[in-house]
């Protein structure tokens, strides 16, 4: 799997966009770009995926650039409860894929009121 | 609607004793997995199972055993516990591709003493 490298932690105010940087400079051409969050004591929620083309759903967008070395996620207007550890992670779909998620530390997001 | 669900959501055990941790999952997902997670640190993979009947090891696999006898549930054992597995054990279930992100559940805490 292509490693990742996010910022430890980042802060944000109540009603902005967060934008949480993702660097993935060894991505394959067959590996997508997964978003997965994690609020205190709770099991992982998935967010959204990639593979090249923007991605929009109800929780986020996710922006990857046309290299493909770099994503951005965007909650684009944070509220108190996006406070979570947000995880960056390139895999294959699908096949090679079946052995698991690689979880790195993420980027700890904080919303501040 | 239950998705993914695990038990005990609690336990404390003496060092020696064992214990069996379930997951079910109700989603049909061919794909589950176990996960510890220690203090500051991300989710490990300890053990996954591609379907039913079949296991295989993870990252971080020794002192524990696991199960798959049918699809909706994964145990996960421990069979003489250490200080050394007080953790959070989180159980992800998924579909045969990653193209639709894995369902956790909600952890089980165990401390060992």
């Known amino acids: 799997d292509a490693k990742t490298t996010q910022p430890p932690s980042m802060d944000c105010a109540e009603g902005r966009a967060a934008n949480l940087p993702c660097n993935h400079s060894?991505?394959?051409?067959?590996?997508?770009v997964y978003w997965y969050r994690q609020i205190h004591s709770q099991g992982p929620q998935y967010i959204i995926h990639g593979l090249k083309n923007n991605e929009t759903n109800e929780m986020a967008s996710l922006i990857i650039t046309e290299d493909r070395k770099s994503s951005t996620l965007i909650l684009p207007h944070a509220t108190l409860r996006d406070t979570a550890v947000y995880y960056c992670?390139?895999?294959?779909?699908?096949?090679?894929?079946?052995?698991?998620?690689?979880f790195g530390k993420g980027t700890h997001l904080i919303i501040q009121p | 609607n239950a998705g993914v669900t695990q038990t005990p959501k609690f336990r404390v055990l003496k060092t020696g004793q064992s214990m069996t941790l379930l997951c079910a999952q109700d989603?049909?997902?061919?794909?589950m997995y176990w996960y510890r997670q220690d203090p500051g640190m991300g989710l490990r993979l300890i053990h996954y199972s591609v379907g039913e009947g079949t296991t295989a090891k993870g990252e971080v696999p020794d002192g524990y055993n696991v199960s798959r006898l049918k699809k909706q549930n994964f145990l996960l054992g421990l069979e003489s516990a250490a200080p050394s597995q007080t953790s959070v054990y989180f159980c992800a279930s998924g579909r045969g591709t990653q193209l639709y992100g894995y369902t956790f559940g909600s952890g089980t805490r165990l401390t060992v003493v």
């Open positions: 989603m049909n997902h061919e794909y």
């Open positions: 992670i390139v895999r294959v779909a699908s096949g090679g894929g079946a052995d698991g998620l690689t």
């Open positions: 060894t991505i394959s051409g067959n590996e997508y």
